[in-house]
């Protein structure tokens, strides 16, 4: 995990780790969007009691970047300070067709490169900051759910209440 990143991520929290569990509503409905558990979470927090529930899960003592992600449900949360590798990793398990459908829950923020390579996909700015894990107030940052997948609708129906989605539009 890059040190600079880091700290500027976590500068306003009083934590000085990255790795935090997904919030409740966001667990909530990716189970009803993928109609149970998710078949791979390569972030989760634990391997026998994770927080997102899954069949397979990758831990931070496994790597998932190490890994081939071959599933057709995927959840990813990853550690913030180094999505420049996480998201488009997770870009291309979808495009070289290893993954069939998958949802992203990223600190939202347009200026990156990251996001760029993921930004033609649907995507949600959620309207209100999160409350991370155990944190004792909202995340310092407004997040986003990006869908990864060939139905945008279901996607909006089950997550649209969080807040608007956006569609790319080709020049």
């Known amino acids: 995990m890059p040190a600079a990143s880091l700290a500027a991520l976590t500068a306003s929290t009083g934590n000085r780790k990255d790795t935090w ?7 909530d409905k990716v189970v009803e969007f993928f109609n149970g558990p998710v078949e791979l979470d390569p972030c989760s927090n634990d391997r026998d009691s994770p927080n ?5 899960c990758f831990t931070e003592e496994d790597d998932g ?3 081939q992600w071959n599933a057709n449900s995927v959840f990813v949360n990853h550690p913030y300070s180094d999505s420049k590798h996480w998201i488009p990793y997770a870009r291309r398990q979808f495009d070289e067709g290893n993954v069939q459908e998958m949802i992203l ?4 923020d347009i200026s990156t490169k990251w996001f760029r390579s993921i930004a033609d996909r649907p995507w ?3 309207s209100k900051r999160l409350r ?11 997040s986003a759910l990006i869908y990864l997948g060939n139905n945008p ?5 089950v997550f649209g209440d969080l807040g608007p989605m956006y569609i790319s539009v080709a020049p």
């Open 105 to 108: 829950l990223i600190k939202l």
């Open 153 to 157: 609708g279901r996607f909006h129906a």
């Open 65 to 67: 970047l190490a890994h």
């Open 124 to 126: 949600i700015a959620v």
């Open 52 to 56: 997102v529930p899954c069949i397979r």
């Open 21 to 27: 569990n997904t919030p409740a509503e966001i667990v």
């Open 132 to 142: 991370f894990g155990d944190s004792k107030g909202a995340a310092p940052f407004q």
